[in-house]
T-cell receptor, first 112, second 114 residues
Framework: NAGVTQTPKFQVLKTGQSMTLQCAQD?????MSWYRQDPGMGLRLIHY???????DQGEVPNGYNVSRSTTEDFPLRLLSAAPSQTSVYFC???????????FGPGTRLTVT | AQSVTQLGSHVSVSEGALVLLRCNYS??????LFWYVQYPNQGLQLLLK??????LVKGINGFEAEFKKSETSFHLTKPSAHMSDAAEYFC????????????FGKGTKLSVKP
């Protein structure tokens, strides 16, 4: 199993541009989540999904959209990038009932 | 609402010394608690979790944590630090009963001196 994969690893955007961060898992996990990590802030939840077709907002959802059309994929869309969205983004997945989350390697995004 | 506070953003110990990383939580319902470790430029890896049952939880790499309801604490310990334990450690609590929704502390960076 590849586990949780994220692409790209690095990205630089200009203010106002849009893009999609990709996340995929091959473990048939029901739960998937997106977090952002900023220095001194820990990780903060952006959006999460409890299964295909079901998503919900986390602590910091503004400026981001998600959808979950399949169990495997959970893309994160930045609608109009802002410098405040410069961060490291982590995707995670977990099987129902274990309460564990498996994290991807992260995407480092810089918005200029 | 749930929250987590990690005391000490940086902790330094000597190799072979006791590791103690502090975590206090706030929760209006019985908490589900977790410790994750992050090595440089990597994602997070689960060290251990407390859901129900035994309050002393053993995890990977010789770490353990004890859930103390009276103190609202879930401190992480390891009897003898190894150089490879140098990393950042995050305490987290499940939020709203939803498995995909974790509230993280701000992290504690552990340094191990030879």
């Amino acid at each position: 199993n590849a586990g949780v994969t994220q692409t790209p690893k690095f990205q630089v955007l200009k203010t106002g541009q849009s893009m999609t961060l990709q996340c995929a898992q091959d473990m048939n996990h029901e739960y998937m989540s997106w977090y952002r990590q900023d220095p001194g802030m820990g990780l903060r939840l952006i959006h999460y999904s409890v299964g295909a077709g079901i998503t919900d907002q986390g602590e910091v959802p503004n400026g981001y959209n998600v959808s979950r059309s399949t169990t495997e994929d959970f893309p994160l869309r930045l609608l109009s990038a802002a410098p405040s969205q410069t961060s490291v983004y982590f995707c995670a997945s977990g099987p129902r009932g274990s309460y564990e989350q498996y994290f991807g390697p992260g995407t480092r995004l810089t918005v200029t | 609402a749930q929250s987590v506070t990690q005391l000490g953003s940086h902790v330094s110990v000597s190799e072979g010394a006791l590791v103690l990383l502090r975590c206090n939580y706030s929760s209006s319902v019985p908490p589900y608690l977790f410790w994750y470790v992050q090595y440089p430029n990597q994602g997070l890896q689960l060290l251990l979790k407390y859901t129900t049952g035994a309050t002393l939880v053993k995890g990977i790499n010789g770490f353990e944590a004890e859930f103390k309801k009276s103190e609202t604490s879930f401190h992480l310990t390891k009897p003898s630090a190894h150089m490879s334990d140098a990393a950042e450690y995050f305490c987290a609590v499940l939020h709203g009963g939803s498995q995909g929704n974790l509230i993280f502390g701000k992290g504690t960076k552990l340094s191990v001196k030879p």
